[in-house]
């Protein structure tokens, strides 16, 4: 299985705080991973220097051997942890919009998901619901055939009906060849689909293992390890 | 790329200033309906007022409003949450601010346009058309003999100086919405503190230079004679490097030091 993302002694600080310090990390295709810490440990901000929305103080980070840039942002599909589709569009809108930019993007597959979900592509995204934009973001970024997927807590607004939903939209709708990479503190709700788990905290890494590896080991579920290796 | 960012950008920007440019014409057609038709008298004399007073609003808002679209488009969508939609397409930072740097041009050649046109659609008829053609025509003449030959160039070089001096204020509000998101959390105030701080050392280094050109014995830059082959070529120049200068920075603070919120 080939390397997906690797980081290198990645730092990045604002001021004189450090939101990741000397951070290395490999992983791999093929792998659906839970990247696990409590509030302000790092995780959006790895998150966001995969999509070269930050750029590190020091070390590296490759995605598929190439540092973030246009090439980059051609194989990863990003979900940020807030709404960011202009209001004034309609769902339709923005399922050309993510046509016109992304190559690897299947119109079919978002409209079979908003059928799915009983969501009217001609309506504008001002008169839906929170959770509703959050459900149209996700078919979007789900949509595309990326390499890589980074979804920044993707089931924190949305009601536990749906929060099912995407969680299979996430298994179904990826290939073997691609990566996802799932922010969370709600790790009870995912623990099932996960492969791997990342743990950070302070912007450091806590652990890296295979779920399957942990519960040999430990004997206990990634929830229960979670609130053990983070407790207050 | 830039093609689709274009595209996007017009579109997205029009679906507001279209209908305003639209309704500007529109009630130049009507008042100058309404000025020809003499059938308002006593409170219905109040209609023409309002009309007249409706189309002095829109002449005034398709400036206005085509400014703040540009302002406001250029801070909402890439500096807030959209800023995360923008800046992780598959694009360059620069192809994002040429894009919305061309989309701010052609709206302002655009409102320019249509104001102009709508005070022709008012007013015009052959006696003013008439009475404008000889004003422009004093207008070459009074130019002829003040710079003789060099008035051709003089027109051209003005024409080159309105044009820099639009990129120039566009990049300048870019270049300060840039700088405003680098101080966390006060990003509008700090906008308006780097436009503010940009103009002014911009001001003092003008200043300074002129200083230093007439301690050196530099001709004045007063006399007339000498627009054409100082003080525009000068302006011109200076109004490129700031545009420059302008835009390298922006370019940098989108890739290298983006911090979105």
Not at chain 1, 38 to 62: C, D
Not at chain 1, 151 to 162: F, H, S, Y
Request: include cysteine; aromatic fraction near 8%.
């Amino acid at each position: 299985m080939s390397v997906i993302l690797e980081c290198k002694s990645l730092t990045k600080k604002f001021g004189s705080t450090a939101a990741l310090m000397d951070l290395n990390l490999t992983l791999e295709r093929g792998r659906i991973i839970g990247l696990l810490g409590p509030n302000g440990s790092g995780k959006t901000t790895l998150i966001k220097l995969i999509n070269g929305l930050l750029v590190p103080n020091e070390g590296s980070l490759k995605i598929n051997g190439i540092e973030p840039g246009v090439e980059s942002k051609k194989i990863v599909s990003y979900l940020p942890e807030r709404t960011y589709l202009p209001d004034w569009m309609k769902v339709s809108d923005t399922i050309n919009f993510f046509k016109d930019f992304y190559a690897d993007f299947d119109e079919k597959k978002a409209y079979e998901m908003l059928k799915h979900l009983n969501l009217d592509a001609n309506k504008r995204l001002k008169a839906l619901s929170k959770g509703t934009k959050e459900k149209v973001q996700l078919i979007l970024v789900m949509s595309r055939n990326a390499d890589l997927y980074c979804l920044d807590e993707p089931i924190g607004g949305v009601d536990p009906a749906a929060r099912d939903y995407i969680l299979n939209t996430i298994i179904t709708n990826y290939n073997e060849n691609a990566c996802v990479i799932i922010s969370t503190h709600l790790i009870a709700d995912i623990e099932n689909v996960l492969d791997e788990v990342i743990f950070i905290k302070e912007g450091h890494l806590k652990l890296h293992a295979s779920v399957d590896e942990i519960r040999e080991k430990e004997g206990k579920s990634i929830d229960s390890l979670f609130r053990e290796v983070f407790r207050c | 790329m830039l093609r689709k960012l274009l595209r996007h950008e017009l579109y997205a920007t029009g679906k507001t200033l279209l209908p305003i440019y639209g309704i500007t014409i529109l009630l130049s057609l009507l008042n100058r309906l309404v000025t020809n038709i003499d059938i308002f008298n006593g409170p219905m004399e109040i209609i023409p007022a309002f009309m007249q007073i409706a189309y002095g609003i829109s002449i005034v808002a398709t400036i206005i409003v085509t400014v703040i679209i540009i302002v406001l488009r250029f801070y909402k969508n890439l500096m807030t949450d959209e800023g995360y939609l923008m800046f992780t397409l598959p694009v360059k930072a620069y192809q994002l601010i040429n894009s919305k740097l061309i989309s701010s041009i052609i709206w302002t050649i655009i409102s320019v346009i249509t104001v102009i046109l709508s005070l022709l659609i008012l007013l015009a008829n052959p006696e003013r058309l008439e009475l404008l053609k000889e004003s422009i025509d004093n207008i070459v003449y009074i130019l002829k003999i003040s710079f003789g030959e060099n008035y051709v160039l003089l027109t051209i070089e003005l024409g080159i100086l309105l044009f820099i001096s639009m990129i120039q204020q566009m990049l300048l509000i870019f270049v300060s919405i840039a700088v405003g998101h680098l101080f966390n959390g006060r990003k509008v105030l700090g906008s308006f503190a780097a436009y503010i701080g940009i103009n002014t050392a911009v001001q003092i280094a003008l200043t300074i230079l002129m200083v230093i050109w007439s301690l050196i014995g530099g001709s004045s830059l007063e006399e007339l004679g000498s627009i054409p082959q100082l003080l525009f070529p000068f302006t011109i120049i200076m109004g490129l490097t700031l545009s420059l200068l302008y835009y390298l920075v922006t370019n940098y603070i989108f890739s290298k030091k983006l911090n979105l919120e």
